[in-house]
């Protein structure tokens, strides 16, 4: 059986970090793979979560099996966090599920089983994982328009020329902020515009929150998402605990449910519950207990929140330092990363100067030009703005 299979080919982000690794100079830099690294070049475990495990160490008096939905408790946490104030929260459901991309995997599934010819319309970038999980659960895959590779920004007008011919079987995947991989998010105005299209045209909108709080903050992040499941009879979500909670390899996040009424959302909840008992079966508890211990406990709810705000103002001070170095420096050519939220950026480099990069100053970054901002250390932004400026002229 195995002999008749053909090499599978590399991730081009995770393979990445297995040549950096490999590579023995002492001045590296790893600005590939998506995490947030402090000024020491580690990825910390917050302050919030580390209080919380102390706590579930001395009080949890079982590992039993917790049930497919996963914890309960954290669930309702996720629909609190996102959807709190809308009228969207009372008829939300939610299942726990292993990291966004858990959440990504089983709604794509659930959308298959609620009508196999969906197609999937997906931001031109977007993230790597969105078409194969989505093309693995069997949906059509279509691109709008979105980043314009000249200003380094949205296409605003070109995006919603695009979608005004979406329609009754199509699913519309937004980023909820911090845009993976360019870093250009939509504006208030914009997601106001895409909800009265749903509404107008019949299409599903599907946000995946991998990020928040990591761009303007955990109410401005949030925003255009809150406003549109608010005025929206029907909608899905993905988020993920990995970046705003440092619980990348806990695997923690959940898929949320929007529906006309609870009812209806609590049946879709139950088919995904069907989907993941033929899949993973459970997720694993031990993030999304921390995740729920924090969020019920006012605070720690405080200490997580301003140890975000600390993270998310770091990132942005990181962005506009690399700006104003390379400005010292006379090259203007990058100053579209001060603008851009969270933790990407899409420089517009080739895989070409991306290669000269990784060659001449061992700088590692994504082959489409994509670099983590939020992997950097403030020591190493004068030599990273000495790159870029060599590898762009």
Request: contains cysteine; hydrophobic residues 45%.
């Amino acid at each position: 059986m195995f002999s008749q299979l053909s090499p599978a080919q590399p991730d081009p982000i995770l393979s990445l970090s297995l040549i950096y690794n490999a590579d023995q100079r002492d001045h590296k830099m790893d600005l590939g793979i998506g995490v947030y690294r402090n000024n020491q070049g580690q990825t910390p475990i917050m302050t919030a979560i580390s209080q919380a495990e102390q706590r579930l160490l001395q009080t949890q008096t079982t590992k039993s099996y917790v049930g497919l939905a996963g914890s309960e408790v954290f669930n309702q946490c996720m629909i609190d966090l996102l959807l709190a104030d809308t009228s969207a929260h009372s008829r939300t459901a939610g299942v726990q599920t292993p990291g966004g991309s858990g959440a990504l995997r089983m709604l794509a599934d659930l959308m298959h089983v609620a009508n196999a010819n969906t197609t999937v319309w997906l931001t031109d970038l977007s993230y790597v994982n969105h078409r194969p999980v989505m093309e693995a659960a069997g949906l059509k895959v279509k691109y709008y328009p979105y980043f314009d590779r000249d200003t380094k920004q949205v296409n605003t007008d070109a995006m919603l020329s695009a979608l005004a011919q979406a329609g009754a079987n199509d699913v519309v995947l937004l980023h909820g902020c911090c845009h993976n991989p360019t870093g250009a998010d939509i504006n208030f105005e914009a997601w106001q515009a895409i909800t009265a299209l749903a509404n107008n045209n019949g299409f599903i909108p599907f946000v995946d929150m991998a990020y928040l709080g990591f761009g303007d903050g955990l109410e401005k992040d949030g925003a255009g998402l809150k406003f549109m499941a608010d005025n929206i009879e029907e909608m899905m979500i993905a988020t993920s605990c990995s970046k705003n909670f440092g619980l990348y390899r806990e695997r923690t996040g959940a898929a949320l449910l929007v529906g006309d009424t609870l009812s209806n959302a609590q049946k879709a909840k139950g088919r995904i519950l069907t989907l993941a008992r033929a899949s993973y079966t459970m997720p694993p508890d031990h993030g999304a207990a921390l995740v729920a211990d924090i969020l019920t406990s006012s605070v720690l709810t405080a200490v997580w929140k301003q140890e975000l705000i600390m993270m998310q103002q770091r990132i942005i001070g990181l962005r506009q330092n690399l700006v104003q170095t390379l400005a010292a420096k006379g090259c203007d050519q990058f100053s579209f990363i001060a603008d851009h939220k969270g933790m990407f950026s899409m420089t517009g480099l080739s895989p070409a100067k991306i290669m000269r990069l990784r060659d001449e100053f061992a700088i590692y970054a994504v082959g489409d030009g994509r670099i983590n901002v939020a992997g950097l250390q403030e020591q190493q932004i004068d030599a990273l703005a000495t790159a870029l400026m060599t590898v762009s002229q």
